[in-house]
């Protein structure tokens, strides 16, 4: 029998080659972890039907030797992303029934790639929280501890990874939904750099800081997610060139600290201690440590919760039960409107509309989103000074590991705090990773945790980098 639990998808592209197991065979061991444990973690809203049928595609790719890093690869996506005939519903009501007509670029890129899309991973509803709890279709439990979060928004597609249910996945990252989850479960994940990696078909949370990123086991199996999927696309002008990935930038040699910031988020003692036990490993694998100051990354989060909703807003408008979806019938369209838009969303949804109208309403754009603008350019700023002085940042990825379920949810400004160290990355568009950082002890269970690395834009070679050297992967 297949350990999906433990395989990496490195080590799996060799014995597909070798011939050591099928594609067919890899596919039956994750919907065998499937069978077995997603009745507790519900990772998944749906096994896509016709996985065996991509499987069995991928065996002849690889008999033909046309396979690459991810031909044969079982992979999870996040319920946000369109896969044409597929449903996809962002963990919303308002979505029910909604069958993509198309294909996201990312999952046209994996399927040409002969990556097997084994089904639909569960997240916060629209990419709105910090737990799965959100999601209308019930939370996704920590594989780890059931009594715990796997973190969110895409903590189905951290969750689907840890239990072996795929052996990497894909998940979106407006504040930190990739990089969280991972942390909380003690895996990799990888926000790339905004426009590195195209948007079309994604399910838009807010389009200024929304990116598509993968999750996996090791900092290798990242990285050949992410240079499958990246590149220019014609169908989201805000993508870059990725031709010259990885070379853009060099060498790492000095990492900054940003103390002030840390003293300023005082954290628990066990949580401070590992972080400190990461900046150590960081000084014995050779790294400089330099004492950095980031003085406006403290209003990152305040900021994103006026530009987020702003846009949210915006992006959810095209929700009104006649284009998509759930439809609530009323006396007329406007009353169609009012009553599919009242019961189709959420209470989280439904709170970031009304923020988001305000702070766009005339009167209070200046004051509010404008504000906020000026703040995020300052954030950016902020940044760039810093990586005169250094090459990558190194941060806690959270304040602490999984909490338990129900702790937060009726607390949303604990639950926004979540993201005190990820969010600053999406307001820069800069490339950030959490790699695995050991594991505290809470009432006698081994909790993971993470620690972040921030690279300027285009430096995910940066994060790959100090991440496998973090990590001792050879390769
Ligand atoms: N937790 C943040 C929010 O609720 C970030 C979510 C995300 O990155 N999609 O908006």
Redesign the pocket.
Known sequence: MIDVTTLSIAEARKKLDAKEFTAVELLLACLANIKAKDADVHAFLEIYADAKKQAERADVMIAEGKATTLTGIPVALKDNMCFEGHTATAGSKVLEGFVAPYDATVVAKLKEAGAVLIGRANM?EF????STEHSVYGPTKNPLDFERVPG???GGSAAAVVMGAALGSFG???????R?PAALCGIVGLKPTYGSVSRHGLIA?GSSL?VIGPFGKTVGDVEAMFQVTKGKDAMDLTTVDTTDYPSVLGDVKRIGVPRTFLDENKLRDDVRANFDAALEKLKTLGYTLVDIELPYVKYSVPT?YVI?PAEASSNLARFDGVKYGYHEEGGDLIEDYFKTRGTGFGL?PRRRIMIGTYVLSSGYYDAYYNKANAVRRMITKDFNTVFEKCDVIVTPTTAGPAFKLGSKTNDPVA??L??IFT?SS?HTGMPAMSVPSGTVNEEGKELPLGVQLIAPHMGENRLFSVGKKFLGETE
Not at 172 to 178: C, F, N, P
């Open positions: 916060d990419a709105m929280g910090s969110g928004s895409s979106s990252d407006t504040g930190g939904s990739i969280q949370l929304d994103y987020l989280e639950m926004y979540e993201d969010v999406n």
